[in-house]
T-cell receptor
Framework: GAGVSQSPSNKVTEKGKDVELRCDPISGHTALYWYRQRLGQGLEFLIY????????KSGLPSDRFSAERTGESVSTLTIQRTQQEDSAVYLC????????????FGPGTRLTVT | RKEVEQDPGPFNVPEGATVAFNCTYSNSASQSFFWYRQDCRKEPKLLMS???SGNEDGRFTAQLNRASQYISLLIRDSKLSDSATYLC????????????FGTGTRLQVFP
């Protein structure tokens, strides 16, 4: 079946612009996760959703970052007033809400802020 | 102490070798454990879940030691295609459905 999809695959934006990143989880997966991975670094947790609610937003780096999920499906991560340090790959993953909570990742969006 | 710790490597091994990675975790109440692999500039992919009794999938064997809070991954008969970064993953304290990823151990298999 279809895996997690993300769009766009690449995004180049100017400093100060807003960007929206989209994630379509695997059908039937109730949990959705956003991570950030800077070049050569590990995965940094940003936020996750169970259904449409976000039990944990602790990883969002600043109030410029926000995310929403509607219809227990698509999620959008928005970064306002982008900064150069926001340049990274943004990865989305989804999972069923049952043990062992295996997460499946999309291909990511590579964001470059110039 | 980091929640999940791994030796970053790199481990450079010849084809056909056996290589083992260890990972330690800090939350004694963790219930979910995984190994993922990540190829360069690609997303992480689930390699295998790790169960209490240990489990095997072809050339890959995963073990869990709850008393010492470590997880291991053994790769037998290494192939060139096994070259990747291997991520140790554990669920976060207080969240059964939130995972934390180690920074990974890099494996390079050479001919």
């Amino acid at each position: 079946g279809a895996g997690v999809s993300q769009s766009p695959s690449n995004k180049v934006t100017e400093k100060g612009k807003d960007v929206e990143l989209r994630c379509d989880p695997i059908s039937g997966h109730t949990a959705l996760y956003w991570y950030r991975q800077r070049l050569g670094q590990g995965l940094e947790f940003l936020i996750y959703f169970q259904g449409n609610s976000a039990p944990d937003k602790s990883g969002l780096p600043s109030d410029r970052f926000s995310a929403e999920r509607t219809g227990e499906s698509v999620s959008t991560l928005t970064i306002q007033r982008t900064q150069q340090e926001d340049s990274a790959v943004y990865l989305c993953a989804s999972s069923f809400r049952d043990y062992p909570y295996e997460q499946y990742f999309g291909p990511g969006t590579r964001l470059t802020v110039t | 102490r980091k929640e999940v710790e791994q030796d970053p490597g790199p481990f450079n091994v010849p084809e056909g070798a056996t290589v083992a990675f260890n990972c330690t975790y800090s939350n004694s109440a963790s219930q979910s454990f995984f190994w993922y692999r990540q190829d360069c500039r690609k997303e992480p992919k689930l390699l295998m879940s790790v169960y209490s009794s240990g489990n095997e999938d072809g050339r890959f064997t995963a073990q869990l030691n709850r008393a010492s809070q470590y997880i291991s991954l053994l790769i037998r008969d290494s192939k060139l295609s096994d070259s990747a970064t291997y991520l140790c993953v554990v669920n976060v304290a207080g969240y059964t459905d939130k995972l934390i990823f180690g920074t990974g151990t890099r494996l390079q298999v050479f001919p």
